[in-house]
């Protein structure tokens, strides 16, 4: 029986098997066999509580098995400035599947919750920027308290926790897309043993 997933989730990085429970919510909704996938991590690293995005970028980044585009990390980061820019260019060619990540605020007892939504996030929204919605999918971490002051909130945020919850998400998506081999190679294998058992009884419209 498949499980059923809803449109929003949340889990805390710190969370026991944190990781795996993250990397089954993401292999449902992200289409790892999309011509276009691409991940724009938002943000800067001259913020450490908005050096998120770049963070799990520059992970992401390195992970040699990851194929997918990257667009943000701590070498070159996709903030205020050039996000406009680089999303336009990003749809010149074929349309993409966009999955957005950045840092955000949020009420106490939500700090260092790992938030997975359908739609698109609204970078810059926490210091009162307006910039264009971005992402099919978004996925966010609340890495301090918001509603005083966010910018310097951002700026004086533990790295320890940016950085720890940037860890997660890029192992988590890692593991996701692992998954997604393994799984796409056992229905290669089943169909090809079914093909295999029509073939021995000699009828091979069972369809």
Not at 30 to 50: A, M
Not at 56 to 73: H, K, N
Not at 123 to 130: D, L, Q, R, S, T
Request: net charge neutral; glycine share 6%.
């Amino acid at each position: 029986m498949t499980q059923a997933f809803e449109k929003n989730y949340s889990i805390h990085y710190e969370q026991t098997s944190a990781v795996w429970e993250l990397s089954e919510i993401l292999l449902e909704l992200i289409p790892f066999d999309h011509e276009k996938l691409v991940f724009c991590c938002i943000g800067t690293d001259r913020s450490t509580g908005d050096a998120l995005g770049p963070i799990v970028g520059s992970q992401l980044q390195q992970i040699f098995s990851f194929p997918f585009e990257i667009v943000g990390t701590l070498q070159t980061p996709l903030h205020a400035l050039n996000i406009v820019e680089r999303h336009e260019k990003l749809h010149e060619q074929h349309e993409p599947f966009i999955v957005a990540i950045d840092a955000c605020l949020g009420e106490t007892s939500a700090i260092g919750s790992i938030l997975v939504q359908d739609g698109p996030l609204y970078p810059g929204k926490a210091v009162n920027k307006a910039l264009p919605p971005i992402g099919h999918l978004s996925i966010k971490g609340i890495v301090n308290v918001g509603g005083f002051m966010e910018a310097k909130v951002l700026s004086n945020t533990r790295l320890h926790v940016t950085y720890s919850m940037s860890e997660k998400i890029a192992r988590a998506l890692q593991l996701a897309w692992q998954r997604h081999l393994l799984k796409r190679k056992n229905n290669h294998n089943n169909n090809r043993n079914n093909y295999n058992r029509w073939q021995q009884i000699g009828y091979t419209d069972f369809r």
